[in-house]
């Protein structure tokens, strides 16, 4: 047999092949009754016959968008493709990072040619990314919020409402004469209130490269010019975090509730720090329920001293059985 009537047997072979893969979508696309043509009605989510009428499909799945644009304009902007935007970053996200690893797609390590060119890549692409002092600022203070955050064990919603807090202080001209370290963390300290899982002055300063007094003032002077609207801090919000840290039972955070929900009843709580008071129930409802917690381990978690247990543990159990 020739080379040509080989390639010839090969061709008819390769079209019987395709005749028989489209026949079931051919025998798919005719209706089963009348044999007519079959159109899909998306508004309807049905596959039906143009002749007859019949209903071939019903329920189909929409693979489109679940939202509608009337112009490009509309369209590009409810378009969501590629990574979330987020505000914990100064470019809100969109913009491109090069990975540190000094590999190819394949896993395989780059010569020392090609490292030398990613290097300098990396370096072009930090200075395009920040191309203005106040990009440099919001860098450098979303760093910060993360990096705190992080360590006081924060959710990134509370990530995203201090950077939101921290950008609005930028854009009204808040930082001349502050630090961006003090705004950053009166921010965070203000995100973690307003979300309902705050966390004590001394444990935000723990963590921040400023001092408690600067974190107190910066924070007071943001809330007034943002007008931001922080409840007071609630005693019972602190006790799940002190319970889970010194390993104190489902019992004996109950307890600890209802002692503070007592002593709001009986109006203690007014002046006092709501940490104290936390503390001292967390370790008042342990001794109640029979478990070791000293006021020494208590002290330590709350970052408050023994003196303050002692003293807020004697008034809420006065609250709690007056004489």
């Known amino acids: 047999m020739t080379d040509t009537s080989i390639r010839r047997q090969q061709t008819?072979?390769?079209?019987?092949?395709?005749?028989?893969?489209t026949e079931p979508t051919e025998q798919l696309r005719t209706c089963p009754e009348c044999s007519g043509r079959l159109i899909d009605d998306d508004e309807h989510g049905e596959t039906v016959c143009d002749d007859c009428g019949l209903v071939v499909e019903a329920d189909s799945v929409d693979r489109?968008?679940?939202?509608?644009?009337?112009?490009?304009?509309?369209?590009?902007?409810?378009?969501?493709?590629g990574a979330p935007t987020t505000k914990m970053m100064h470019d809100d996200g969109l913009s491109t990072n090069i990975g540190w690893q000094n590999k190819d797609a394949?896993?395989?390590?780059?010569?020392?040619?090609?490292?030398?060119?990613?290097?300098?890549?990396?370096t072009w692409n930090e200075r395009f990314r920040t191309r203005d002092s106040k990009e440099r600022n919001l860098k450098q203070a979303l760093g910060?919020?993360?990096?705190?955050?992080?360590?006081?064990?924060?959710?990134?919603?509370?990530?995203?409402?201090?950077?939101?807090?921290?950008?609005?202080a930028l854009g009204e001209d808040l930082l001349p004469g502050r630090s961006i370290e003090g705004v950053a963390t009166s921010s965070?300290?203000?995100?973690?209130?307003?979300?309902g899982t705050p966390r004590s002055l001394d444990e935000v300063s723990n963590v921040s490269r400023v001092e408690r007094?600067?974190?107190?003032?910066?924070?007071?002077?943001?809330?007034?010019?943002?007008?931001?609207?922080?409840q007071p801090a609630d005693p019972v919000s602190?006790?799940?975090?002190?319970?889970?840290?010194?390993?104190?039972?489902?019992?004996?955070?109950?307890?600890?509730?209802t002692l503070l929900e007592t002593a709001k009843r009986e109006g203690i709580h007014s002046g006092k720090s709501p940490v104290g008071l936390a503390a001292a129930a967390v370790y008042a409802a342990s001794l109640l329920a029979n478990e070791k917690v000293t006021q020494s381990e208590v002290s330590d978690v709350a970052n408050i001293s023994e003196v303050t247990i002692r003293n807020r543990y004697h008034e809420l159990l006065e609250a709690e059985?007056?004489?």
């Open 106 to 122: 394949y896993g395989r390590q780059l010569s020392s040619k090609q490292r030398q060119k990613m290097q300098r890549l990396r």
């Open 188 to 195: 965070l300290y203000a995100a973690a209130r307003q979300a």
């Open 238 to 257: 602190y006790v799940p975090r002190f319970a889970s840290e010194l390993g104190v039972s489902d019992e004996g955070e109950r307890r600890a509730r």
């Open 321 to 323: 059985h007056p004489a």
């Open 213 to 230: 007094d600067e974190i107190a003032r910066t924070y007071r002077y943001v809330v007034r010019e943002l007008t931001l609207e922080i």
């Open 64 to 81: 489109g968008p679940e939202w509608r644009a009337f112009d490009a304009a509309e369209k590009d902007s409810k378009s969501r493709v």
């Open 12 to 21: 008819d072979e390769s079209r019987e092949a395709r005749t028989t893969e």
């Open 144 to 168: 910060e919020i993360d990096r705190m955050a992080s360590a006081l064990g924060l959710p990134k919603n509370v990530r995203e409402t201090a950077s939101v807090i921290y950008r609005r």
